[in-house]
């Protein structure tokens, strides 16, 4: 007897579908800081579509391969994911996951074709891929390994300026600061099964784009980067701040929603007031998304 086929919310569950626009925001400020660094047109409406379809691809591959590979410790631990529920099976899932696969490479092979320099594009294309892969496999059995998960976001904002040459000094700064704070809530996330936080270094990490201001010009990149500020402490005092009311779930999600407001620093820093101002409207659509379809 065939299994039936799993509903589209199953599909959206396994996808983390809430935290997408997150991708389509760094990619937007990365190449967009890429132009603005190198003096150079932004990308045509192709070559967008073509980044935005191979970086959602690899986003959404990422996620079902993560459920994939931790589809027995899920079983062993009675953790409510959706193979783990009968919702979708193995086989499902890796069929999808190589279908994604495959649409990214078309995606980029698509775009190096539109681009002069495509070595850039393909080489931290595959970086991309490699680190997604080395953290769905090793997460469950080394700590530090949430570093590769900092690394698939820092490799994302890479990718995405090499769609229109090679990564200027400042994207590499920017990556290397999203990556910081990635990695510093991934360790928060190891604890979201016990409800704790272990330990204050994570939170530390995670003020790492505040070096974003040595760069500072203009009010806009400070107002950017005071909603960024408040929202992170905000979230604290109601998430962590008093362990009696401790919510490390809901501390994830508020983390990921400030992705955002990151990446309007950066387009702030670029000169690009318009783009910040559409990731504050990403910010603000995300804990919508959020209740909808869970982000962790």
Known sequence: MSQPMPSLRTWMTLGRISNLPTVWTNALAA???????????????LAWALLLAAASALYLAGMLLNDL???DWDSRHHNPRPIALGLVTRQQVALASTALLLLAAAALLGLSQLIARPGWLLGSAALLLGLILAYNLLHKRHAHSVWFMGGCRAALYLTAAASLTAPPAPLWLCALLLGTYISGLTYVARQEHLNQLASLAPLLLMLSPLALAVHAQGLWFWLMLLLWLGWLGLSYRRHLAAPERRNVRAFIGAGLTALPLIDAMVLALAGYPLGSLACVGVFLLLPRLQQWVKPT
């Open 69 to 71: 590979m931790d589809a």
């Open 31 to 45: 190449t967009l800081l890429a132009s603005s660094a190198s003096a150079l047109a932004p990308p045509s409406p």
